[in-house]
C-alpha cells in the first residue's frame, strides 16, 4: 500500500473509532441542543477490577477464568441540561487478567506450554475508549448515567496450560500466542457519580480479538454496523421526540442491542458476513473507581 493509500486508511479508521458509537450515543443530534456554556471537561483518571471468561468456537474442554485488574484515564466532558444529563469520555485503558490455572510439571508441552486440567490464559490488553452516558439528577448531588461505548483494543495473550483432553485447545488459543492482537470491546454500564468529582462504574465488557487483522474486511464489517447504529440513533429520537426524558433508557437499551447483535454475529466469523476465523471472545464484569479533576 503506497503513502497516500496508507493515509486514506488511517483518517477513515480514525472517523470510524469517532463515529461508529457517536451515532450510537446520539450525540450527533441531541447534544447539539445543549449550550455549551453548561459543558464542564475534566481529567479523568480510574482503577477497575473484575472478572472474566474466555472462549472461542473449537475451543473445548474446561477453561480457568480470569482475575481482572487496570486503570484508566481519559477526558471527561459532562453536559448539564434541565430533563437529561449527558457525559462523553474519551480514554485509555489498561487491563490485566491472571488466572489460577497451571501446567501440571512433567505433563508434557505444547510449543513450550504445559499441560493441567484446564485451558488457562494470562491477558494483557491496552484499549482507546470512546464512551457516552446519559442519565438523571437524583437527590442531593448523585446522578446515575447510562452509557454506551466501545474500544479499540490490543491485546496479549500468554497461554498457561492446555488441557489435554482435546488437541484443539492447543490450537484455537495458538493463534494468539505471539505478539499483540488487534480487536474491539463492547463496552455498556451503569454509572454513579456523585458531584463532579467522584464515581463508580458497573460495567460489562466483551472483547473480540481477532487471529489477524485483515483490514478490508474488518472496515467493511464496522461500516455495516455503523448503518444499523445510524438506524437506531433516528429512532431513539423520533421515539424520544415527544419525551426527551425518556432519552436516556431508549438509547441504552437500543444501542446496546444492536452492538450485542454484531457481537453474536462475529462471534464464529470476526469480520461478519465475510467468511474469516472466529476471533478470541473474553467477556468480564468489572467494577471501577473514578475520580474527576
Same mark, same amino acid.
Given at each position: 500500500?503506497?503513502?497516500?493509500?496508507?493515509?486514506?486508511?488511517?483518517?477513515?479508521?480514525?472517523?470510524?473509532?469517532?463515529?461508529?458509537?457517536?451515532?450510537?450515543?446520539?450525540?450527533?443530534?441531541?447534544?447539539?441542543?445543549?449550550?455549551?456554556?453548561?459543558?464542564?471537561?475534566?481529567?479523568?483518571?480510574?482503577?477497575?477490577?473484575?472478572?472474566? /471468561?474466555? *472462549?472461542?468456537?473449537?475451543?473445548?474442554? =474446561?477453561?480457568?477464568? &480470569? *482475575? @481482572? #485488574?487496570?486503570?484508566?484515564?481519559?477526558?471527561?466532558?459532562?453536559?448539564? /441540561?434541565?430533563?437529561?444529563?449527558?457525559? $462523553?469520555?474519551?480514554?485509555?485503558?489498561?487491563?490485566?487478567?491472571?488466572? *489460577?490455572?497451571?501446567?501440571?510439571?512433567?505433563?508434557?508441552?505444547?510449543?513450550?506450554?504445559?499441560?493441567?486440567?484446564?485451558?488457562?490464559?494470562?491477558?494483557?490488553?491496552?484499549?482507546?475508549?470512546?464512551?457516552?452516558?446519559?442519565?438523571?439528577?437524583?437527590?442531593?448531588?448523585?446522578?446515575? @448515567? &447510562?452509557?454506551?461505548?466501545?474500544?479499540?483494543?490490543?491485546?496479549?495473550?500468554? =497461554? !498457561?496450560?492446555?488441557?489435554?483432553?482435546?488437541?484443539?485447545?492447543?490450537?484455537?488459543?495458538? /493463534?494468539?500466542?505471539?505478539?499483540?492482537?488487534?480487536?474491539?470491546?463492547? *463496552? =455498556?454500564?451503569?454509572?454513579?457519580?456523585?458531584?463532579?468529582?467522584?464515581?463508580?462504574?458497573?460495567?460489562?465488557?466483551?472483547?473480540?480479538?481477532?487471529?489477524? $487483522? @485483515?483490514?478490508?474486511?474488518?472496515?467493511?464489517?464496522?461500516? #455495516?454496523?455503523?448503518?444499523?447504529?445510524?438506524?437506531?440513533?433516528?429512532?431513539?429520537?423520533?421515539?424520544?421526540? !415527544?419525551?426527551?426524558?425518556?432519552? =436516556?433508557?431508549?438509547?441504552?437499551?437500543?444501542?446496546?442491542?444492536?452492538?450485542?447483535?454484531?457481537?453474536?454475529?462475529?462471534?464464529?466469523?470476526?469480520?461478519?458476513?465475510? /467468511?474469516?476465523?472466529?476471533?478470541?471472545?473474553? !467477556?468480564?464484569?468489572?467494577?471501577?473507581?473514578?475520580?474527576?479533576?
Amino acid at each position: 500500500m503506497n503513502y497516500k493509500n496508507s493515509t486514506v486508511a488511517f483518517v477513515v479508521m480514525l472517523f470510524l473509532f469517532n463515529s461508529s458509537n457517536l451515532f450510537a450515543q446520539g450525540l450527533a443530534g441531541f447534544l447539539n441542543t445543549i449550550e455549551q456554556k453548561n459543558r464542564i471537561g475534566q481529567v479523568q483518571a480510574g482503577l477497575m477490577y473484575g472478572g472474566g /471468561d474466555f *472462549s472461542r468456537t473449537g475451543l473445548t474442554g =474446561p477453561v480457568s477464568s &480470569l *482475575s @481482572m #485488574i487496570g486503570g484508566s484515564i481519559g477526558i471527561k466532558n459532562t453536559f448539564i /441540561d434541565p430533563k437529561v444529563l449527558s457525559n $462523553h469520555y474519551v480514554g485509555i485503558n489498561v487491563l490485566l487478567g491472571s488466572t *489460577s490455572g497451571s501446567a501440571t510439571e512433567g505433563s508434557g508441552t505444547f510449543n513450550d506450554v504445559g499441560f493441567g486440567e484446564t485451558t488457562a490464559l494470562g491477558a494483557t490488553m491496552i484499549s482507546l475508549e470512546n464512551r457516552q452516558a446519559y442519565g438523571y439528577a437524583l437527590s442531593g448531588s448523585l446522578d446515575v @448515567m &447510562l452509557s454506551t461505548g466501545g474500544q479499540w483494543t490490543w491485546s496479549s495473550i500468554n =497461554p !498457561k496450560s492446555y488441557a489435554t483432553s482435546d488437541t484443539n485447545n492447543w490450537k484455537s488459543v495458538d /493463534d494468539f500466542a505471539s505478539g499483540l492482537n488487534f480487536g474491539s470491546t463492547w *463496552s =455498556p454500564g451503569i454509572e454513579i457519580n456523585s458531584g463532579s468529582n467522584f464515581g463508580v462504574r458497573v460495567g460489562y465488557n466483551w472483547t473480540q480479538v481477532y487471529a489477524r $487483522h @485483515m483490514y478490508w474486511y474488518w472496515l467493511t464489517s464496522e461500516a #455495516i454496523e455503523n448503518v444499523a447504529q445510524t438506524g437506531a440513533f433516528y429512532l431513539v429520537n423520533a421515539v424520544t421526540k !415527544k419525551g426527551e426524558s425518556t432519552y =436516556p433508557i431508549i438509547n441504552f437499551v437500543l444501542t446496546n442491542a444492536v452492538s450485542y447483535l454484531f457481537n453474536e454475529l462475529r462471534n464464529d466469523q470476526m469480520n461478519w458476513p465475510w /467468511d474469516t476465523v472466529a476471533p478470541m471472545n473474553i !467477556k468480564s464484569w468489572n467494577i471501577s473507581v473514578n475520580y474527576a479533576f
